[in-house]
């Protein structure tokens, strides 16, 4: 019997791939290999999860052994894949070796928090899969004081959900306003005084260089010489995709795993999606960028090579403080913004000297127009 097409990795990359390679290859032998416990689960839900009091149990969709039933698949769980051996085309798990006919790198990124110092550096929480949510509910219970680094997508939403569960939140970030990357200044100072008003305490302008304590009660040290007090430390400072695996074994990697269009790595049997892989450059760590290359890597392992396309993929922020949909224009587009305000709605549009939309910031009603522009938008790979 011929090695089976494995995946390693059970997030939204692995499993969707999965179902979609189930539908093509219904007899195929399918193998995933992950280091978690497999249960499927949408992980931006982990950031909106609190004020909605769902467990983690909760949030898993479907248990480990379901989708293996599910999507017919072996699938071995808690299980670390520490090498791929390129040469014999076998992999390296804490449950031996296993040979594969095809590979594909779904390792998703890791959180980190750069150049933290102090006795309590590493008590500081990063949420990124079902467990790190599993730890974050545990560790906040009976907590009302928060202190969040950073104020990017995934500091804003923790920051909204947290005070709406009713508790104490600071947040501190080197940029000055939210979202600092994806909005234009007076769309993240809008979105500033909503989750202001909503109770947030921001700390802009400074970044964290020392956490002291412990047993909840830490001391987190700010570069300006201040110090902020909470029971817990969590950080969403930002995400760096799983190169090491790859590296390793002699791929080609820059800030991802180096794939090209077909989604295929320096080495043909080998592929990679998600958020360890750098696809034509652009490492896009949303959901969408997954789903757009599931459609393409499905056929190609099944026999029909398909290229990915990227078309502009508007990112839906979950602060219900301040509704938002942003689609950042291209790193280099030459264009401006042109921004139109009211109490109830923010509409930036950023355009090229010949009126085409490079792309936009909707905040608060204004976002009920994203599906008449994010047409007009330029595809991010055509
Ligand atoms: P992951 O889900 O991280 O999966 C990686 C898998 O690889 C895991 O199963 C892991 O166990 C396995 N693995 C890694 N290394 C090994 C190894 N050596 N051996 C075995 N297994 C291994 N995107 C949006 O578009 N909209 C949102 O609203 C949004 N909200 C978000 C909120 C939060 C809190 C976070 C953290 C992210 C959010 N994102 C959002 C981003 C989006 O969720 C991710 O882009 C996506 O889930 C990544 O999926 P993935 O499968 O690539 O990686």
């Not at 894949?81 to 590979?103: C, H, N």
Request: overall charge neutral; charged content about 20%; proline content about 5%.
């Amino acid at each position: 019997m011929s090695a089976p097409i494995t995946l390693i990795g059970t997030g939204l990359a692995g499993y969707n791939l999965a179902r979609e390679l189930r539908k093509l290859l219904p007899d195929a032998a399918l193998r995933i290999v992950t280091a978690d416990a497999g249960d499927f689960y949408s992980k931006p839900m982990l950031s909106n999860g609190l004020a909605g009091n769902k467990t983690a149990a909760q949030l898993a969709m479907k248990t480990a052994d379901k989708m293996r039933e599910e999507l017919r698949l072996e699938l071995l769980t808690d299980t670390e894949v520490s090498a791929i051996d390129r040469e014999r085309r076998e992999i390296v798990t804490s449950q031996g070796r296993l040979p594969y006919s095809k590979l594909v790198l779904a390792l998703g990124a890791d959180p980190f928090t750069p150049g933290l110092a102090g006795s309590a550096a590493d008590q500081v929480l990063s949420v990124n899969d079902l467990a790190g949510y599993a730890r974050f509910r545990e560790r906040l219970e009976g907590k009302q004081r928060v202190v969040l680094l950073g104020a990017g997508l995934i500091g804003c939403e923790f920051a909204n959900d947290l005070v709406a569960s009713g508790r104490q939140v600071s947040v501190v970030d080197l940029a000055a306003w939210p979202l600092s990357r994806l909005l234009p200044e007076q769309a993240g100072q809008r979105l500033r005084e909503r989750l202001a008003a909503a109770g947030v305490q921001f700390h802009f302008g400074v970044s964290a260089v020392a956490v002291e304590g412990g047993e909840g009660e830490y001391r987190v040290s700010l570069s300006d010489g201040s110090v902020l007090e909470g029971e817990l430390v969590v950080s969403a400072i930002g995400l760096r995709p799983r190169i090491r695996l790859a590296q390793a074994a002699g791929l080609a990697v820059s800030r991802g795993i180096v794939v090209d269009r077909v989604l295929r790595s320096s080495d043909p049997d080998i592929y990679a999606l998600g958020d360890c892989a750098e696809v034509s450059g652009q490492v896009l760590s949303y959901v969408l960028p997954i789903m757009q290359a599931v459609r393409a890597l499905a056929p190609t392992l099944a026999g029909t090579p398909t290229a990915v396309a990227y078309p502009a993929m508007p990112v839906v922020v979950k602060t219900p403080a301040c509704p938002t949909v942003v689609s950042p224009p291209a790193a280099g587009s030459i264009g401006e913004w042109q921004i139109e305000s009211s109490e109830a709605a923010l509409r930036a549009l950023y355009t090229a000297a010949d009126g085409s939309l490079l792309g936009f910031a909707l905040l608060g009603a204004a976002t009920a127009e994203r599906q008449t522009l994010a047409p007009r938008l330029p595809a991010i790979l055509a």
